[in-house]
C-alpha cells in the first residue's frame, strides 16, 4: 500500500510537470509571437514599400506600428514618347514628381486561426498617422527655335512645363531627375488604411501573407502634379501588398536575424 502510494504521488507530480511544460510551450507560441515583417504595395495610385512591427496583446490582438513610403500619382496621368528623334518619354502636363512618407499605429485582430501550417490565417487590420507628401518640380528638355533661316536650328533648354507656350511638339525629353532637388517642398497631413491579411506561411516563425485594403491620404490644401485643374487634396485608393517577415522568438535570440526570412527549409 505504501509503495502503491509513492508510485500515485511521483505519477501526480509527474503528469501536472507535463501539462506544465505544455501549457509553457503554448504560452510561447501565443504571448511570445510578435513580428517584425516588409511589405512590397501595389496602390491604385502608385507603388510604396512599407515596414512593420507587430506586438501581441492577447490571443488574437496585435498592436501595430508600421513606417510606409511610396509615390503619389493621379489617375489622369498618360506616358507619351518624344517626338523628336532619339527623344524620351515623359508625362505630358506634370509639374511634380510626388512621393510620401508615413507612419502610424493600429490593431491587427485574427479572424480565423490557422488550423496547421499549411492553412490560412485570416485577418483585419487599420492603423492612422501623419503623413508627409514630398514634392519636386520636374524639368523638361524643351525645343526652342533659334534660327528660321535655309537651315533651321533649335537649342535644348532645361526648363519647367509652362502650359502656356509647351507643347507636346515642344518637349525633346525629360530633364534629369536630381535637377529640381533644391526646390523641394513637403506638406503634413494625416492618413488612414484598412484591409485584411492572409497569411499562409507553411513555417512556424515566417510570414507569407497576401493584403488587400483601402487607405486615405489627406492633406490640407491641393498637392500640384499636374498642369490644371485636375489636382486634388484627399488620395484614396485601393492595395494589395506581398508582406513576408518574421516571428519574433525571445527565446531563441539566434532565430530572429533577418536573414532567415531567405533561408529555405532543410528535409530532415
Do not use: C, W
Not at 513610403?69 to 496621368?77: R, Y
Not at 520636374?138 to 533649335?154: A, D, M, N, P, R
Not at 502656356?164 to 488612414?192: C, H, N, W
Not at 487634396?233 to 518574421?246: I, Q
Amino acid at each position: 500500500m505504501k509503495k502503491l502510494l509513492i508510485l500515485a504521488v511521483i505519477v501526480l507530480f509527474g503528469t501536472k510537470s507535463m501539462f506544465a511544460q505544455g501549457e509553457l510551450n503554448e504560452q510561447q507560441k501565443v504571448f511570445f509571437r510578435n513580428e517584425k515583417s516588409f511589405a512590397i504595395l501595389l496602390n491604385t495610385d502608385g507603388i510604396g514599400l512599407s515596414y512593420r512591427g507587430a506586438k501581441r496583446i492577447d490571443y488574437r490582438n496585435k498592436n501595430i506600428f508600421e513606417i510606409d513610403a511610396g509615390n503619389l500619382k493621379l489617375v489622369k496621368e498618360y506616358r507619351q514618347s518624344s517626338q523628336q528623334l532619339q527623344g524620351g518619354s515623359y508625362f505630358f502636363g506634370k509639374l511634380n514628381s510626388t512621393f510620401y512618407l508615413r507612419s502610424g499605429i493600429g490593431r491587427q485582430h485574427e479572424i480565423f486561426k490557422k488550423a496547421d501550417l499549411g492553412g490560412v490565417a485570416v485577418r483585419y487590420f487599420f492603423s492612422a498617422g501623419p503623413v508627409l507628401a514630398i514634392y519636386k518640380p520636374i524639368y523638361y528638355k524643351v525645343l526652342h527655335l533659334i534660327s528660321s533661316t535655309s537651315s533651321t536650328e533649335y537649342e535644348i533648354i532645361e526648363e519647367k512645363f509652362d502650359a502656356s507656350i509647351a507643347s507636346s511638339q515642344d518637349i525633346y525629353a525629360r530633364a534629369s531627375f536630381f535637377k529640381g532637388i533644391d526646390e523641394t517642398k513637403v506638406m503634413p497631413g494625416l492618413y488612414a488604411k484598412g484591409g485584411f491579411n492572409f497569411e499562409y506561411s507553411k513555417q512556424d516563425k515566417l510570414i507569407h501573407a497576401i493584403e488587400i485594403g483601402a487607405q486615405v491620404n489627406a492633406f490640407p490644401k491641393e498637392i500640384p502634379i499636374m498642369a490644371g485643374s485636375n489636382n486634388k487634396a484627399l488620395f484614396f485608393s485601393l492595395f494589395v501588398s506581398y508582406r513576408f517577415g518574421m516571428v519574433i522568438d525571445p527565446l531563441d535570440p539566434e532565430s530572429n536575424k533577418l536573414s532567415n526570412i531567405f533561408k529555405r527549409k532543410k528535409n530532415n
